[in-house]
């Protein structure tokens, strides 16, 4: 079994796929900070742009992989809007998958 | 799925009576099959479009999906009426199923009011698509009042005093003879400009100015120019349609303001490509792109159309007919298509894929269709509008049919990629999620 860290978490959220954009929420730079305790994971997070109508699906993506993640009990998602989402916060994975200028 | 069967009857229509387009416009059949195009094609999509974009771009949720569904009935049964009564040039019974139309509409603009009032941040964006709507509902009005003109009462004859048909007979009347006092080319060309520029491009202006930026990931650039834009095309408008009616020399002057208009936005859609972090841009923007570089002609040839003096030859009458067509069937439709090109994968795959997110790897929307079709697709409507344009210039049925049998080519191939989309419904594509890999954490770390 995995331990339960942050990696863990984060390979899970990998598989949570924008499809417009056809890239992961990680490697978009959309997970702005995971928190672990006690097998609660609290996810804050944010969408490409507000009013994004992909918002409850990609919402429930990330609590349906994570839940299926060995010892989580519990998933809390947080949408912010601040700081608004920009590209340059995306990994060089999703620059490079999206191939941005 | 209503507004694709209509663009075909419309393409089928033209096929049957190539005259649509090679005779001069004012004529039954022209007038049946433009308003099969415009409301059945365009205005289905266009309406059904704005009740799931407008609460996404404006951020907030539609008022009423139930009064949307009674919409969609009233709308089905009036442009069905209208078209086949235009077509038999019963203009009593255009007015009876115009009724229905209308009061389909009323529902919509009430709908997406209640719709708007509710948006958080209010934006040139909101204010595009008010003034859209605003000019909707002038465009039905006028429409019905035209139809009222070309009526006669001589029920009010017969019609016992008390009754209580009498009032809106009488109404109709009044407003028969006021309208009778213009002339009645210059009331319906006015009419054409109060939906294809009030409402059509008026509500593209608005909605690309939301849209591009989100799928460009870019952002608007100087909210100032587009609103500048947007009220010197309104004004433009309001002053092209009092120029129309009249007939007056000014109307270039008023199609001056609204080519400026497009000018700051043309500006602003420049602007807001140069900015943009995505760099290769996919096909259903190209459409997009492909539309608005037909705008430019359309809108010197509307210039070269209003120009003081402008004698009536058989010539500048089929331009006046070419102008229509590279608006409506190139500006408005390659637009509308390519549209539906993002508005079909996000139904298909939100009605599909949506709940299975994180469970089962899904497709992305671009792997719903085919892009090579898209392109083949795109290649030969442009060819058929063109192609279009040139044999109505001509008035050459002969290049009608040629070109009506590319665009319905084009059309072919489209609603195969259609079909590839709605494939998806019966047979979805889900695989199991690809195992974790080995990355290096890139978020904050807490």
């Known amino acids: ?101 | 799925m209503a507004g694709v069967l209509a663009l075909v009857g419309s393409v089928v229509l033209l096929g049957v009576r190539p005259d649509i387009l090679a005779a001069y416009h004012y004529n039954q059949y022209t007038v049946a099959a433009t308003h099969l195009w415009v409301l059945g094609f365009l205005g289905s999509v266009a309406m059904g479009a704005m009740y799931q974009l407008v609460p996404v771009a404006l951020e907030t949720r539609l008022h009423s999906e139930r009064l949307a569904a009674w919409h969609f009935v009233l709308h089905l049964v009036g442009v069905a009426g209208m078209v086949w009564m235009f077509w038999r040039w019963d203009l009593k019974q255009v007015g009876h199923f115009g009724s229905a139309l209308a009061a389909g509409v009323a529902l919509f603009l009430y709908n997406l009011g209640r719709t708007l009032r509710t948006v958080p941040r209010w934006n040139v964006v909101a204010t595009g698509i008010t003034a859209a709507l605003a000019w909707l509902g002038l465009t039905v009005l006028a429409g019905l009042a035209i139809a009222a003109a070309k009526c006669t009462y001589e029920s009010l004859e017969t019609l016992p005093p008390g009754h209580w048909l009498r009032w809106p007979l009488i109404a109709l009347q009044a407003t028969a003879h006021w309208l009778g006092r213009f002339d009645p080319l210059a009331v319906m060309h006015a009419h054409a400009h109060l939906g294809g520029v009030g409402f059509f491009l008026m509500l593209i202006v608005a909605v690309s100015l939301k849209l591009l930026p989100m799928f460009a990931l870019s952002e608007l650039q100087s909210p100032r120019r587009a609103g500048a834009a947007l009220g010197l095309l309104n004004l433009g408008l309001a002053a092209l349609v009092v120029t129309l009616t009249g007939r007056s020399r000014f109307q270039f002057v008023a199609g001056g303001v609204l080519a400026t208009g497009l000018i700051l936005y043309g500006l602003e859609l420049r602007a807001i490509l140069r900015a943009r972090q995505r760099r290769g841009l996919d096909w259903g923007l190209r459409h997009f792109l492909v539309a608005l570089g037909l705008l430019a002609p359309t809108a010197l040839l509307g210039l070269l159309l209003a120009w003081p003096g402008l004698p009536a030859t058989l010539l500048t009458t089929q331009l006046e007919t070419v102008y229509g067509w590279l608006g409506l069937a190139g500006v408005v439709s390659l637009t509308v298509l390519g549209f539906l090109y993002k508005i079909v994968p996000f139904q298909v795959w939100y009605h599909t894929y949506a709940r299975h997110v994180g469970r089962f790897r899904v497709p992305a929307l671009a792997d719903l269709y085919s892009e090579r079709l898209q392109k083949v697709s795109l290649g030969l409507v442009l060819a058929g509008v063109l192609g279009g344009a040139l044999a109505a210039a001509l008035a050459s049925t002969g290049g009608v049919r040629v070109a009506v049998l590319v665009l319905a080519l084009g059309l072919g191939v489209f609603v195969t990629n259609l079909g590839l989309m709605l494939r998806h419904f019966w047979r979805p594509r889900l695989e199991p999620l690809a195992p974790p890999r080995a990355a290096p954490a890139s978020v904050s770390r807490t």
Do not use: F
């Open chain 1, 1 to 101: 079994m995995k331990p339960l860290d942050e990696t863990t978490v984060l390979d899970a959220l990998r598989q949570v796929v924008d499809p417009e954009l056809n890239c992961n929420l990680v490697d978009l730079g959309l997970v702005y900070s995971t928190e672990i305790r006690d097998g609660h994971v609290r996810v804050v997070m944010t969408l490409t742009t507000a009013g994004c109508p992909m918002h409850e699906s990609l919402v429930e993506g990330v609590r349906t992989a994570l839940r299926a993640l060995d010892g989580v009990r519990e998933v809390t998602v947080e949408v912010v809007w601040d700081p608004p989402w920009s590209p340059a916060m995306m990994t060089p994975e999703g620059r490079a998958r999206l191939g941005l200028a």
